[in-house]
């Protein structure tokens, strides 16, 4: 089994009620988060924000997982 890669993004939604949100990486691709998934612990984060994220295969496919605010 491989590691996990680091990924980059940017958030392009997020509905703080129902806590979920889509990152958009830079390889085009668009993943889904739930807000137990923002590593800071806040459940929050803003639209815009650059990030690093992982992957993990869930049952409606791939989601984004330990999702970061990218320093600098």
Same mark, same amino acid.
Request: charged fraction near 25%; include cysteine; glycine fraction near 12%.
């Given at each position: 089994?491989?590691?996990? /890669?680091?990924? /980059?993004? &940017? @958030?392009? #939604?997020?509905?703080?009620? !129902?806590?979920? $949100?889509?990152?958009? !990486? =830079?390889? +085009?691709?668009?993943? %889904?988060?739930?807000?137990?998934? @923002?590593?800071? +612990? *806040? /459940? *929050?984060? =803003? &639209?815009?924000?650059? &990030?690093?994220?992982?992957? &993990?295969? /869930?049952? #409606?496919?791939?989601? =984004?997982?330990?999702? *970061? !605010? !990218? %320093? $600098?």
């Amino acid at each position: 089994m491989s590691e996990p /890669r680091l990924r /980059r993004g &940017v @958030i392009t #939604k997020f509905d703080e009620h !129902a806590g979920l $949100g889509t990152v958009d !990486a =830079a390889e +085009g691709e668009t993943y %889904l988060f739930h807000c137990t998934q @923002i590593s800071d +612990g *806040t /459940r *929050t984060i =803003a &639209v815009g924000t650059e &990030v690093t994220f992982e992957l &993990v295969d /869930r049952h #409606k496919g791939p989601e =984004a997982y330990s999702v *970061t !605010a !990218a %320093l $600098g």
